[in-house]
């Protein structure tokens, strides 16, 4: 990804996000009082924010390095949920058999990490934590694939049977960047630093 920064936001200030998925969606009222919706994304886009809160001297100064060495707005990172991080539900343990993966053909190597969700949305996962990958392939767990932590695509060593069920499990990060080029904050007590306002927006992988 142009631009980007293969590195994670400290997770002690990750964990103090507030946030989660948004769309777009125009609506218009007619005269019948009949409501016209139209989606103009056509998939949600996931904003945070992890300003607002207090935390300790040294981990502002921690949030304002990150900061500056992003350029504020100019570069993307990694960026852990908190609520949403892993293949299978947040009570659960990662396994191999928890998303589809797809389905070999003899011929085709590469697969792309999806997350999917109810309704058949499918959230294209591009940044997974590169060592929690676990791969299976008619439920059997594998070890004969790679995977690029930067794309998310995995790669098996050689193609998958010809009507293979492949499944994986995994961690990952959202890429993100911050939505504004200033960062606010106040010293509230000794040592408390109050950072007014610090937004992340999800940007494409």
Known sequence: MSGFHEVLLPLGIA???TGGPERATDVVRLASGVESRNARWAHSRRRWEVGGTVMRTDQAQELVAFFEARGGRQYGFRFRDPL?????????????????????????????????????????????VADSVVVAVDGVATTAFGVDAATGLVTFETAPADGAVLTAGFAFDVPVRFDTDRMDMALVGHDAVRIVRAPLVEVAG
Do not use: N
């Open 84 to 128: 949403d991080w892993k293949s299978c539900a947040p009570s659960q343990a990662i396994s191999a058999l928890d998303q589809p993966l797809g389905f070999g053909d003899g011929v085709r190597v590469a697969f792309q990490l999806c997350k999917h969700g109810d309704a058949e949305v499918v959230r294209v996962i591009t940044k997974p």
């Open 15 to 17: 964990l103090g996000a």
